[in-house]
């Protein structure tokens, strides 16, 4: 099976925000960025399933690609919990200090740890690839993307940051 994982366009939100799970809106620039997005529809057959975060950044790109889309919780970005939508700079430095310096074990407050992400994310990867299709389009967040490719990759997740993702990236692999 071919997995095509794309990340969602460029959010409309403040430089310096911390977000994961935060539901936010797209930026005014999402019909110009969708334009080389939507090109990989054009060798599509009917084998293809698509899958999207339930966010609206990654809902609105999906629905621009199929009127079929199964919505999966699993492939939400890094839940960041009491630290959603704070400045980075205002959260407190200890902890940001103890989540920084082991960010795939420690969970942030009231949140999750890369690594919960990447069991979620492992998971689902392991499920669909039981399906019989050609192909899987998910639409999705850096924090999965990065997730899965360590997965595909066998490398391990504290280099997973190495993988420089820009909003719209698509990565392809087969499994």
Known sequence: MEIILIRHTTPNIAKGICYGQA???LADTFAEEIIPILKINELNSSNTIYYSSPLQRCKLLAQKLSDTINFDNRLKEL???????????????????????????????????????????VVFLNEIKLLEKEKAIIVTH??????LWSYINNSPLEKSFDLKLDYGHI???TV
Do not use: C, Q
Request: proline fraction near 2%.
């Open 142 to 147: 850096a924090g999965v993307i990065r997730s």
């Open 171 to 173: 990565i392809k692999f």
């Open 23 to 25: 539901d936010i809106p």
């Open 79 to 121: 839940d960041f919990g009491d630290w959603e939508l704070k400045k980075w700079n205002d959260i407190n430095k200890n902890e940001l200090d103890i989540w920084m310096n082991d960010f795939v074990n420690v969970s942030t407050t009231n949140g999750e740890s890369y690594l919960d992400l990447h069991n979620r994310t």
